[in-house]
């Protein structure tokens, strides 16, 4: 593996850090310069020779998320123009990957023309986590790669949940439903799955269909909690509906707004996240518990490379 190298461009990206130590490497982090009028300028620390490897960046493209995407496109031309023979990218959470173009009366969604510029910044292939869309892996011309966390979420909740027949899945929307029901099929339990009507401009109600939750410890999967407003609706709905215990995972802690006040005050004991996405210090909150996924990208890349 010498001819490998692993890059980041947040040196708080702690599955950045894992993942290379699994192939006994140091992850190298680019210096990058910030000027008053917001331009960025991305260089390589000094004495970093990269002609004829394969360069692997690991990095989520969140808030600031455009600013996130130049750094990325900066860095991958960069090693190119320095002789990388080639730019691997894992980006575990895609900014802009809930901007497909599939809603009704839209013609081409934002993330169309992200994969156009993630190509065009000579990028080689493309490797993420529980993408939202999957219409999104047919916007790429480069090999793409959509990691599926479900054998790894139903493992970790076989683990901590001694009592799965007690136990019941949930999807708080129609997006979720296919995750829920992979997971659910893995350990053999009970799923209910919710739907959104829209009352009106500022409120969505939740609807149920399927088993009961009464005296249930229920748990909500989906891929991402960005304002966490659905799952935390479904959560009190859950509650009254006789639920004992609630909990929840989530793929990608994107995290904005009031979620973390939001999330403390909820009926969800504890919100499982996964470190695709740094969490910030303010977002390190006891109720929520990270799960490492190192190891699953250790195995997909050791047997791709």
């Known amino acids: 593996m010498k001819n490998i ?22 992850v190298i982090i680019p210096e990058i310069a910030h000027f008053s009028d917001s331009e960025i ?30 750094k990325l496109f900066f860095l991958a ?20 990957s809930r901007q497909c173009g599939c809603k009704t009366g839209e013609t081409i969604g934002h993330a169309k023309v992200i994969a156009r ?16 869309d999957g219409t999104l892996e047919s916007f790429f011309s480069i090999p793409f790669k959509n990691i599926l ?13 001694s009592m ?10 129609k997006g979720a439903r296919s995750r829920v029901e992979d997971i659910a099929k893995l350990l053999s339990v009970d799923t209910i799955f919710f739907s959104k009507k829209r009352i009106d401009e500022s409120c969505v109600n939740v609807l149920a269909s399927g088993g009961s939750c009464l005296d249930k410890n229920c748990i909500i999967i989906d891929d991402i909690i960005n304002t966490g407003g659905t799952a935390i609706k479904v959560a009190n709905k859950l509650k009254e509906q006789g639920a004992q215990k609630i909990y929840a995972y989530f793929v ?14 909820s009926p969800i004991g504890t919100a499982f996240v996964t470190n695709t996405v740094p969490l910030q210090d303010n977002e390190k909150i ?6 490492d996924v190192s190891e699953v990208l250790f195995k997909y890349l050791k047997d791709n490379m």
């Open 149 to 161: 966390l479900r054998r790894f979420i139903a493992e970790d909740i076989q683990e901590r949940f």
């Open 286 to 291: 006891e109720k929520i518990k990270v799960l």
């Open 117 to 132: 510029l993630i190509e065009s910044s000579g990028i080689d292939s493309v490797d993420s986590f529980e993408i939202h």
């Open 5 to 26: 190298e692993f890059f980041t461009l947040n040196k708080n990206f702690q599955l950045a850090h894992n993942i290379a130590s699994k192939f006994n490497k140091q």
């Open 77 to 96: 031309d960069l090693l190119k123009r320095r002789g990388a023979k080639k730019v691997h990218v894992i980006i575990p959470y895609i900014g802009y």
């Open 164 to 173: 799965l027949d007690n136990i019941c899945l949930i999807a708080p929307d």
């Open 41 to 70: 300028r991305v260089e390589l620390p000094q004495g970093v020779d990269v002609s004829g490897i394969c360069a692997y960046i690991v990095y989520s493209t969140v808030d600031p998320v455009n600013r996130s995407y130049m």
């Open 252 to 265: 990608h802690p994107v995290l904005s707004g009031n979620v973390i006040e939001n999330l403390q005050k």
